[in-house]
């Protein structure tokens, strides 16, 4: 996987650099390292104190800041990082961890991050600890990150199938590129050695009636989980509402393979569905949503996801033909929107997808 957040375990970084003074140097290199990551990669702080005045120059370069205090003392170590997943909107395997205590490694690394020791000293891991990678400063993270980045790269090539033994199948939805080289794409055996065009036509030969859209008033890093789970289940097509710029890095470039439509705004995208009578169906666990197992999806429509966080839209859920939440047995109030439309795409399915 992909790199898509780096969280500094800022009070066991300190340690390290030999100082509680929050407002000294010692963490030097933190500025670069918020410029090279910046833009393509979520910075969050993870701090034991809830009222620690945080560096200004620290706040400024992340996204999101998590206190240890407001979990119970009961909660494992590790409960943390996997929250600090959640904030960035990303599984915890596309999380690295930045932290001085070899506990913290093991930790990071028990909820399913990849754990760095800033080691400035040198003195390196104890208690067993086996981290994914230690650096003396923290201006060298950002060349971790890249490194642990071709490392997955070279993974996922290793994947699929290489050059096709000869004589190579004749038809013309076969790319000799492929056929000679090899496939290495994410896509299933049907498919293999096929030109994207060929499997984009044979795909819309065959798509079904529901069309999946998604809120994006945020920038939402959940989109890509949708969309891939939208080609996955054989969508119509998405339909991206709000910001026009999305991650497109959670996609695993399913996108390729899909029609995306953007729609500025919550008006532009209702009157399209109802100039081409398509029931809204709102998915959010909201007063009054029927459980989606037990409602009549309708066999052309549009299954709705808000954003990460607050959910569907008041405006949305307003304009929705049907709202549908998906039932739970838990304590979280609601599931992470990737989570929720594979669910909702796999419901749909099964009542109407013929196989």
Known sequence: MTVRCVVLDLDAATDRAGTEDEEATNLEGADELFDDLRGTTTIGLVSEQPRRALPGRLVAGTSFRLSRDFLDESAPAARIFAVAAAAAGCYPNEVVVITGRSAHVTAAQAAGCRAVLFDPDGTGPSDGAQPDGSVAELRSVAGLVSRFDEEDA????????????????????????????????????????????????????????????????????????????????????????????????????????????????????????????????????????????????????????????????????????????ITQYGSTRSLNAGVASGIAMYTWARMHASG
């Not at 899909?258 to 919550?266: G, T």
């Not at 666990?285 to 066999?299: C, F, Q, R, T």
């Open 154 to 325: 070279r993974r996922r090539a290793a994947v699929g199938v290489g050059p096709h033994p000869e004589p190579w199948p004749t038809g013309d939805h076969y790319d000799r590129v492929l056929l000679a080289d090899g496939d290495r794409r994410n896509v299933v055996d049907r498919y293999r050695y096929w030109s994207e065009e060929a499997i984009v036509a044979d795909l819309e030969s065959r798509r079904h009636g529901f069309h999946v859209a998604v809120e994006n008033w945020r920038h939402d890093r959940n989109i890509g989980a949708v969309v891939r789970n939208a080609n996955a289940f054989g969508a119509a097509a998405v339909h991206v509402v709000g910001r026009r710029r999305w991650n497109r890095r959670g996609a695993m470039s399913t996108d390729r393979y899909l029609d995306v439509r953007h729609h500025e705004s919550i008006e532009t995208f209702t009157s399209w569905c109802r100039s081409e009578g398509l029931p809204i169906v709102a998915v959010d666990n909201v007063s009054g949503s029927v459980a989606i197992e037990d409602a009549a999806l309708p066999v052309r429509c549009v299954l709705v996801f808000g954003q990460e966080g607050p959910g569907v839209s008041e405006r949305l859920l307003t304009e929705a033909d049907l709202v549908c939440g």
